[in-house]
């Protein structure tokens, strides 16, 4: 437990790196002299490098002992963040940005299956959760505050911050996590068999389906917020907070019932999605009910995180390291076509609808789940 809880915080670090940058964007753009629309793309670079790059790292190093390969990743962590926080210009920054986003996936896809390697019989589906754990401290605590921290110590001082906790965590697993190898050697063409499954490669659809339909709302969350709900700006980030917070039941009721029935699991909570998307839009300006219906939103939003995870790790049992990989590029791929489609609605229909929308298509993922057939010889 104590391992997968030391994994939990180097998540944590791990998605903080990636959204930190979002807070800070106006405030770097402003220092290095660059429009705020080229500073964005530093967001781009990193989702594409993760979705192209992923898998093939995974694959290549499915093999190395998992201590000495999470020390590494954290250990580039540190150096990335504190060529952040020094970097003269935006093509050393974009430089910095593109090593942590080359380990990222390599790190989701084998902590997913370390933590799910040492736990106990039956206790994996729990494990993974714990891990996934880092993303509900990241979107609650991690941002938020490395966001408030660059207010008083400057965009630098943040990738400074990020830099010296990812050298402690490395330390910390140097002297903590017991050794762990890969479960049996795999060539990297046996581990790319996966992809001639339809069956994984249904979940891998579905995972898409699944991040478009969270993304598409979430991505405007604090826009639906100001506008519809009233909600005063400097207010938002709270209410941000609160919706991180209820998430953390969601994680844990993702953890305790994916690794049984993953696929009744995510059409559950892909539906009850739909419900606290579509209640939240219907009652915004309700007071009590409203935010009732956005913690539904909350709970259901960060359970998908590992009941995805966990499904398609599960799809793929002989090369779970770069299933659990192409999850999190797929993932990306889904996060990147929800902010599209969300864009598009607020400028069609407006913010007080974005929630229809993707309303929409969570139950149409739910409706998904029903056309993916376990293989015979799973059954």
């Known amino acids: 437990m104590f391992t997968s809880v030391l994994l939990a915080v180097a998540a944590f670090v791990i998605v903080t790196t990636e959204f930190l940058i979002v807070g800070l964007l106006p405030a770097l753009a402003r220092d290095l002299r660059i429009a705020v629309a080229t500073a964005g793309q530093l967001v781009t670079l990193f989702a594409v490098v993760v979705m192209l790059c992923g898998p093939f790292l995974t694959a290549w190093l499915a093999n190395v002992e998992r201590k000495r390969l999470f020390i590494a990743i954290l250990l580039l962590f540190a150096a990335s963040n504190a060529l952040a926080a020094l970097a003269p210009n935006g093509w050393v920054l974009a430089v910095a940005r593109l090593l942590p986003a080359l380990a990222l996936p390599v790190f989701w896809g084998t902590a997913s299956e370390t933590a799910a390697q040492i736990a106990a019989p039956g206790q994996g589906g729990r494990a993974v959760s714990r891990v996934y754990l880092g993303i509900s401290g990241a979107m609650l605590f991690g941002i938020p505050l490395g966001t408030l921290a660059s207010d008083a110590i400057g965009w630098r001082g943040a990738f400074g911050l990020l830099a010296a906790l990812s050298l402690l965590i490395a330390v910390l697993l140097a002297a903590c996590m017991p050794t762990v190898r890969a479960r049996h050697p795999v060539r990297m063409a046996d581990q790319l068999q996966i992809l001639k499954s339809p069956f994984f490669l249904a979940n891998v659809a579905l995972s898409v389906l699944v991040f478009t339909a969270m993304f598409t709302g979430y991505t405007y969350l604090a826009e639906m917020l100001e506008k519809s709900v009233g909600v005063a700006p400097a207010q938002v980030g709270w209410w941000l907070m609160g919706f991180g917070a209820v998430g953390l039941l969601g994680n844990w009721l ?37 935010v009732l219906a956005l913690a539904v939103w909350g709970i259901a939003n960060t359970a998908l995180y590992p009941v995805c995870q966990i499904r398609v790790m599960q799809a793929a049992t002989q090369a779970q390291a770069l299933a659990g990989t192409i999850n999190v590029s797929a993932a990306n791929g889904g996060i990147a076509l929800g902010a599209l489609i969300g864009g598009g609605s607020i400028s069609a229909w407006g913010a007080g609808n974005i929630g229809y929308v993707s309303g929409a298509i969570a139950l149409l993922a739910a409706l998904a789940v029903a056309f993916i057939r376990r293989p015979a010889w799973r059954r």
Do not use: D, I, N
């Open 254 to 290: 993702g953890g305790l019932w994916a690794g049984r029935r993953p696929l009744a699991t995510t059409a559950v909570f892909c539906a009850v999605l739909a419900v606290g998307m579509v209640a939240s839009m219907a009652l915004a300006g309700g007071g009590a009910w409203f």
